[in-house]
């Protein structure tokens, strides 16, 4: 009873503050953004679309010759994983067990599937990790960088350094599958990296694609870092973080409009492969082993 009624109180809040966002940031900036996007919009879709099969690729990467399932059935289960991601705000601790729930179900042994599906969340995370140091050094050293907005990328670059870190010291001491599958095969390991890092990029593509079809004038390395410092707003729930895009936006000289409407949009861009998955579980509901 208690975990309902806070849920309803964080769901009402989210809406509030939603409400409260819109309306002082200014409805018809914000409906006006959306409005020069249209039908731009799918192009936003495909690009996401782009980087899920990219950490398909990846995720194939992380099996076995015997027991790797087809690549359009991984696909499949990305496509699933996003949706429960979506729909129910948990990130990954309810969509990554999914999708190697679903990977069992595809024949292979659950000890292959976690591993598999683990390795790629940790490969993705470290080249995530990678790329926000490198970001934010730049930001720090070569862009003239507000205070409100320095202390909060040094957070988050120690952060990301602290991350590699550990990661480093735990491959090397420690000997278990999911570690063998990222440590012992440098060519496997080179390939799944590659792969991430091609991911990463479409969600750099992703951000600069939204913000022009918005008639945001934005050069593609300042969309760059927009993204990737957004990982702070991404922290938050909904409502807050769309109130953490507009303060970014603002901090980076961008309209703080542009940072909700974005927000509001990479949800809706989730939503949309929400319903992608939620239709291929409804194709299929009893028998996800033939994805």
Known sequence: ??????????????????????????????LLLFGQMRWKFFG??????AQEIMRALALVQCFSGDT????????????????????????????????????????????????????????SSLMSAFLTIVCVLYLLNYLQTPRELRVPAIVLMCGSAA?????????????????????DRPDRLARIAALEFVAQFFLLIETYWALISMGVMVSFLTASISEILSKLANLAFAGAAEGAYALLFHALGLPAAAGFALSLIKRMRSL??????????????????NL
Do not use: C
């Open 68 to 123: 790797r399932p087809a690549f359009r059935k991984l696909v499949y289960i990305r496509l699933i994983g996003e949706g429960v991601r979506a729909v129910t705000l948990t990130g990954p601790f309810l969509s990554e067990p999914t999708r190697a729930w679903l990977i069992r179900r595809q024949g292979v042994p659950s000890a292959e599937a976690i591993t598999a599906t683990v390795a790629e969340y940790a490969a």
């Open 44 to 49: 936003v879709v495909l690009i996401f679309g």
């Open 163 to 183: 991350f590699l870190i550990i990661a480093f010291i735990v491959m090397r001491r420690m000997d278990n599958p999911l570690l063998r599958v990222l440590r």
């Open 1 to 30: 009873m208690r975990k309902h009624l806070l849920r309803v109180v964080l769901s009402l809040t989210a809406a509030g503050l939603l409400a409260l966002l819109f309306y002082r940031l200014g409805p018809e900036n914000i």
């Open 272 to 289: 949309a492969y929400a319903l992608i998955g939620l239709g291929i579980l409804a194709v299929v509901p009893d028998h996800a082993h």
